[in-house]
T-cell receptor
Framework: NAGVTQTPKFQVLKTGQSMTLQCAQDMNHEYMSWYRQDPGMGLRLIHYSVGAGITDQGEVPNGYNVSRSTTEDFPLRLLSAAPSQTSVYFC??????????????FGEGSRLTVL | GNSVTQMEGPVTLSEEAFLTINCTYTATGYPSLFWYVQYPGEGLQLLLKATKADDKGSNKGFEATYRKETTSFHLEKGSVQVSDSAVYFCALSLSSSNTGKLIFGQGTTLQVKP
């Protein structure tokens, strides 16, 4: 059982480059999301999706795009990387958007450095 | 606004010591409360949760009680082990929200020495 799989685990970019962080889950979860983790700031929600074809912005969406063409996949795109996007990125999924279940299943993270 | 505040770390303890990690929250409505744990090199995983006032969540020897009067959800363990070394995140979600969003505290690093 793979759970939530993120690739790549590590990436170094130059300012202005673009890239896509991949996220796939095999649990048939409706809800998927992307967080970034920065020292002293916990995790902040970037974008989320409540089902295929539906996405919405979280707390810190600027500089990132997402799409949800299938239930399984939820890629995160950086169109023009900036040093402020240096962070660890986590993809997470859940059975549904029912908030009080609270159980998000996280991938192992992708560490991105923008020079 | 809604927020979660945790005690700053790192917290360094000797094996078998008693652990408390403080967590307080600010929220409109009636949140559910959670503790997540992140072991080195891994993603977060749910440790325990409580969905209403006075509920106690427990798992793997860890406990936390939802205290509405003090808006707190402190994490405790009677006897820590080296394997408990990790980063612990307190989080809340609002049942009135349709985003499924969890609001996380900044995390507290626990180091347990043999």
């Amino acid at each position: 059982n793979a759970g939530v799989t993120q690739t790549p685990k590590f990436q170094v970019l130059k300012t202005g480059q673009s890239m896509t962080l991949q996220c796939a889950q095999d649990m048939n979860h409706e809800y998927m999301s992307w967080y970034r983790q920065d020292p002293g700031m916990g995790l902040r929600l970037i974008h989320y999706s409540v089902g295929a074809g539906i996405t919405d912005q979280g707390e810190v969406p600027n500089g990132y795009n997402v799409s949800r063409s299938t239930t399984e996949d939820f890629p995160l795109r950086l169109l023009s990387a900036a040093p402020s996007q240096t962070s660890v990125y986590f993809c997470a999924s859940s059975y549904s958007i029912i908030s009080n279940t609270g159980e998000l299943f996280f991938g192992e993270g992708s560490r991105l450095t923008v020079l | 606004g809604n927020s979660v505040t945790q005690m700053e770390g790192p917290v360094t303890l000797s094996e078998e010591a008693f652990l408390t990690i403080n967590c307080t929250y600010t929220a409109t409505g009636y949140p559910s409360l959670f503790w997540y744990v992140q072991y080195p090199g891994e993603g977060l995983q749910l440790l325990l949760k409580a969905t209403k006032a006075d509920d106690k969540g427990s798992n793997k020897g860890f406990e936390a009680t939802y205290r509405k009067e003090t808006t707190s959800f402190h994490l405790e363990k009677g006897s820590v082990q080296v394997s408990d070394s990790a980063v612990y995140f307190c989080a809340l979600s609002l049942s009135s929200s349709n985003t499924g969003k969890l609001i996380f505290g900044q995390g507290t690093t626990l180091q347990v020495k043999p």
